[in-house]
Nanobody, 116 residues
Framework: QLQLVESGGGLVQPGGSLRLSCAAS????????IGWFRQVPGKEREGVSC????????TYADSVKGRFTISRDDAKNTVYLQMNSLKPEDTAVYYCNAASFRGNYWGQGTQVTVSS
């Protein structure tokens, strides 16, 4: 079964940090570009960050630039999103996506709540 599984979400105070993981099973992430997205109820899913299949190119939404870092460890078949200086407006369900000509896969999401 081909799937992505996100983990690492939770409740954190403003200014805190979390590291999200996106692990693949049933296929290798090596040839896929990976994106992190987030969604809050009543709003459209928005792109947060993405990393190329080579890992050499990363992009970030303006709202997270300088606070979030995306990385990949193909040996572990996992992509990470390090989130620092978290703000209440970062609260959302975070999803990872793997995309290439081979296919397009989404995880089930992990909840991140930033609140005091």
């Amino acid at each position: 079964q081909l799937q992505l599984v996100e983990s690492g979400g939770g409740l954190v105070q403003p200014g805190g940090s979390l590291r999200l993981s996106c692990a693949a099973s049933g296929f290798t992430l090596e040839h896929y570009a990976i994106g992190w997205f987030r969604q809050v109820p009543g709003k459209e899913r928005e792109g947060v960050s993405c990393i190329s299949s080579s890992g050499r190119t990363t992009t970030y939404a303006d709202s997270v630039k300088g606070r979030f870092t995306i990385s990949r460890d193909d040996a572990k078949n996992t992509v990470y999103l390090q989130m620092n200086s978290l703000k209440p407006e970062d609260t959302a369900v975070y999803y990872c996506n793997a995309a290439s000509f081979r296919g397009n896969y989404w995880g089930q999401g992990t909840q991140v709540t930033v609140s005091s």
